[in-house]
């Protein structure tokens, strides 16, 4: 079976452009959650959904928003991009998101860049 | 808030060494807790978790058990190899409200030389 994926891999855009990063689940799964992970440093909640409803919502700005769609894939959009930007995005999913031990499987994530 | 605290790196060790990575975590309530691993340019894969007091996880010869009266889960091999060159993120999940995010610690760069 396929695994969590994402696109594309790498992005390079400049300050205050915009960009959206897609992830599909794995054939199944209902919930995807978004993190962050800059250099160096463990990866930080984004947003998580279930069923194309928003489920939860880390400590990001307005700037960033996602989506989930009927075949349960998604997509992360960040507007006016900041240099503090760059990092690598990682999607992953999970059958419902909060059944307890529940895994989250991850995705190999987008590396984003911002000149 | 809850929080994940785990050993910094980088560590090296030669290869079939005993391997220890600390963890210990602030939680509300019973989280479990999981250790993930990343290879250099991959995203995170699962290495093993615990769900319980006193579980222990395993997985490749790795191994972590819940001490709910320490608040721990440390990382241990007992013999390293060089394939085992990573970085390691310690992980809770609590639950509650409609909240069931990962929250990882900063990660523990491994190195094994041969």
């Known amino acids: 079976d396929a695994g969590v994926t994402q696109s594309p891999t790498h992005l390079i855009k400049t300050r205050g452009q915009q960009v959206t990063l897609r992830c599909s689940p794995i054939?199944?799964?209902?919930?995807v959650s978004w993190y962050q992970q800059v250099l160096g440093q463990g990866p930080q909640f984004i947003f998580q959904?279930?069923?194309?409803?928003?489920?939860g919502r880390g400590n990001f700005p307005d700037r960033f928003s996602a989506r989930q769609f009927p075949n349960y894939s998604s997509e992360l959009n960040v507007n006016a991009l900041l240099l503090g930007d760059s990092a690598l995005y990682l999607c992953?999913?999970?059958?419902?998101?909060?059944?307890?031990?529940?895994?989250?499987?991850f995705g190999p994530g987008t590396r984003l860049l911002v000149l | 808030g809850n929080s994940v605290t785990q050993m910094e790196g980088p560590v090296t060790l030669s290869e079939e060494a005993f391997l220890t990575i600390n963890c210990t975590y602030t939680?509300?309530?019973?989280?479990?807790l999981f250790w993930y691993v990343q290879y250099p340019g991959e995203g995170l894969q699962l290495l093993l978790k615990a769900t319980k007091a006193d579980d222990k996880g395993s997985n490749k010869g790795f191994e972590a058990t819940y001490r709910k009266e320490t608040t721990s889960f440390h990382l241990e091999k007992g013999s390293v190899q060089v394939s085992d060159s990573a970085v390691y993120f310690c992980?809770?999940?609590?639950?509650?409200?409609?909240?069931?995010?990962?929250?990882f610690g900063k990660g523990t760069k491994l190195s094994v030389k041969p």
């Open positions: 939680a509300t309530g019973y989280p479990s």
């Open positions: 054939s199944g799964h209902k919930s």
């Open positions: 959904y279930y069923e194309k409803e928003e489920r």
């Open positions: 992953a999913s999970s059958y419902s998101g909060t059944a307890f031990g529940e895994t989250q499987y």
């Open positions: 992980a809770l999940r609590s639950y509650g409200g409609s909240q069931g995010n990962l929250i």
